[in-house]
């Protein structure tokens, strides 16, 4: 396994969300580098257990990597000294989907807080809510609808955490997340809202 305070994190975020006896999306899974800037990008969806193809209510995060903060851990790695701590931008999507009719983003009033949970010293900040329509290709069904809530910041990592990956900080930080998006999504799912049938495969 890659020994990496980046793969720590996505370690720790796991167990959070499995903790949280959230159901992961493997296939709307990925681990991405980018050529040009240097950014490592991991991408993941979980769900409600036992909601069907696609599940009504999920969250999309998104861990991203910077390069800026690879060369920081590196000089650290090397020097053991930093001028400034690495960091982890974190962006989570919640979305509500297979809508039968358009949702007003106000449904989403009481539970789209400006700010996460205090995730260490930071908190992700909500940035919009978006609304989606989908027109079907052949006119079999008609048209559904998605709302999105979009949640953005960074996480800092503690020397602490660069020093030793076993550290438990990781755990408890992400584990805050993890509840966070558990609890909201059970808060989404009991929404009454009329929704179109899961895929039947």
Same mark, same amino acid.
């Given at each position: 396994?890659?020994?990496?305070?980046?793969?720590?994190?996505?370690?720790?975020?796991?167990?959070?969300?499995?903790?949280?006896?959230?159901?992961?999306?493997?296939?709307?899974?990925?681990?991405?580098?980018?050529?040009?800037?240097?950014?490592?990008?991991?991408?993941?969806?979980?769900?409600?257990?036992?909601e069907g193809l696609p599940p009504?209510?999920?969250? @999309?995060?998104?861990? !991203?990597?910077?390069?800026?903060?690879?060369? %920081? =851990?590196?000089?650290? *790695?090397?020097?053991? +000294?930093?001028?400034?701590?690495?960091?982890?931008?974190?962006?989570?999507?919640?979305?509500?989907?297979?809508?039968?009719?358009?949702?007003?983003?106000?449904?989403?009033?009481?539970?789209?807080?400006?700010?996460?949970?205090?995730?260490?010293?930071?908190?992700?900040?909500?940035?919009?809510?978006?609304?989606?329509?989908?027109?079907?290709? @052949?006119?079999?069904? !008609?048209?559904?609808?998605?709302?999105?809530? %979009? =949640?953005?910041?960074? *996480?800092?990592?503690? +020397?602490?955490?660069?020093?030793?990956?076993?550290?438990?900080?990781?755990?408890?930080?992400?584990?805050?997340?993890?509840?966070?998006?558990?609890?909201?999504?059970?808060?989404?799912?009991?929404?009454?809202?009329?929704?179109?049938?899961?895929?039947?495969?």
């Amino acid at each position: 396994m890659l020994d990496h305070v980046f793969t720590d994190a996505i370690g720790a975020l796991r167990d959070a969300f499995s903790n949280a006896y959230l159901e992961r999306q493997a296939f709307e899974e990925h681990f991405q580098s980018d050529i040009l800037l240097g950014d490592l990008v991991w991408e993941t969806t979980y769900g409600l257990p036992g909601e069907g193809l696609p599940p009504r209510v999920v969250a @999309h995060i998104t861990l !991203n990597w910077p390069s800026w903060s690879q060369a %920081t =851990y590196r000089q650290w *790695y090397i020097e053991e +000294e930093i001028d400034q701590q690495p960091a982890i931008e974190i962006e989570v999507v919640f979305r509500i989907q297979r809508l039968a009719e358009q949702p007003a983003p106000s449904i989403v009033d009481s539970i789209a807080a400006p700010h996460s949970p205090s995730i260490g010293a930071e908190q992700l900040e909500r940035d919009n809510i978006t609304i989606e329509i989908s027109h079907p290709t @052949h006119g079999e069904r !008609n048209a559904d609808f998605a709302l999105e809530i %979009t =949640y953005e910041g960074q *996480y800092e990592l503690a +020397e602490e955490t660069l020093i030793d990956g076993a550290s438990k900080v990781l755990d408890e930080h992400f584990g805050v997340l993890g509840a966070w998006v558990a609890s909201t999504l059970v808060k989404l799912g009991d929404l009454k809202l009329a929704f179109v049938p899961a895929d039947e495969n």
